[in-house]
């Protein structure tokens, strides 16, 4: 059975850096094929991709978010982690982690809500 | 960038046929794949591969994409199958998803 959980706080100051954890079981990283990606979405709106790792730690990023993203993996911990830099309100949003085996995305965590305020 | 377009809403009548669209540049050259998001929830992947079903959901979902557009279909639609739905496919390596569609089923 295949589980994701995302976990990190829940708010952030504008311009701070945002960590989020990935832990997942069911599955190994280290597998052919797999990766665990990040979705976010704003309150009441659309869901954005925003990063890649695969199991030989190919890395791929929202052309749009790129500069401001890093996404890496802990195999022997089960765990890929997120970041992203320079937070503003307009990233206030659910951030989810999830599987993929492919060119769709087969498992997502529950998300967790970010709020960025002063 | 590449971008996936779909009607904000599409409202059905119980029994009948829903159609959702996506279009996007040679879609049809990609795998589009289809998610259901129900209030308050995460989603969950009711079409991959264009027309492919995962394990658990209904035979009522099915899926095209040929041309521009791809397509969801659910026949004979219920109740529980009002939720926003997301297309999503692959370009230039990375990942791109449409803007959603508000499915009312009245």
């Known amino acids: 059975q295949i589980t994701l959980k995302e976990s990190g706080p829940t708010l952030v100051k504008p311009t701070q850096t945002l960590t989020l954890t990935c832990t997942f079981s069911?599955?190994?990283?280290?597998?052919?094929?797999?990766?665990v990606g990040w979705i976010r979405q704003p309150p009441g709106k659309a869901l954005e991709w925003l990063a890649l790792?695969?199991?030989?730690?190919?890395?791929r990023y929202s052309p749009s978010l790129k500069s401001r993203l890093t996404i890496t993996k802990d195999t022997s911990k089960n765990q890929v982690v997120l970041t992203m830099t320079n937070m503003d309100p307009v990233d206030t949003a659910t951030y989810y982690c999830?599987?993929?085996?492919?060119?769709?995305?087969?498992?997502w965590g529950p998300g967790t809500l970010v709020t960025v305020s002063s | 960038s590449y971008e996936l377009t779909q009607p904000p809403s599409v409202s059905v009548s119980p029994g009948q046929t829903a159609s959702i669209t996506c279009s996007g540049d040679?879609?049809?050259?990609?795998?589009a794949c289809w998610y259901q998001q129900k209030l308050g929830q995460s989603p969950v992947l009711v079409i991959y591969?264009?027309?492919k079903r995962p394990s658990g959901i209904p035979e009522r979902f099915s899926g095209s994409n040929s041309g521009n557009t791809a397509t969801l279909t659910i026949s004979g639609t219920q109740a529980m199958d009002e939720a926003d739905y997301y297309c999503?496919?692959?370009?230039?390596?990375?990942?791109?998803f449409g803007g959603g569609t508000k499915l009312t089923v009245l």
């Open positions: 999830a599987h993929s085996s492919g060119y769709y995305v087969d498992y």
């Open positions: 069911g599955f190994s990283l280290s597998t052919s094929g797999v990766g």
């Open positions: 790792i695969y199991w030989d730690d190919d890395k």
């Open positions: 040679k879609l049809g050259d990609k795998y």
């Open positions: 591969q264009d027309n």
């Open positions: 999503q496919a692959w370009d230039s390596s990375t990942v791109v």
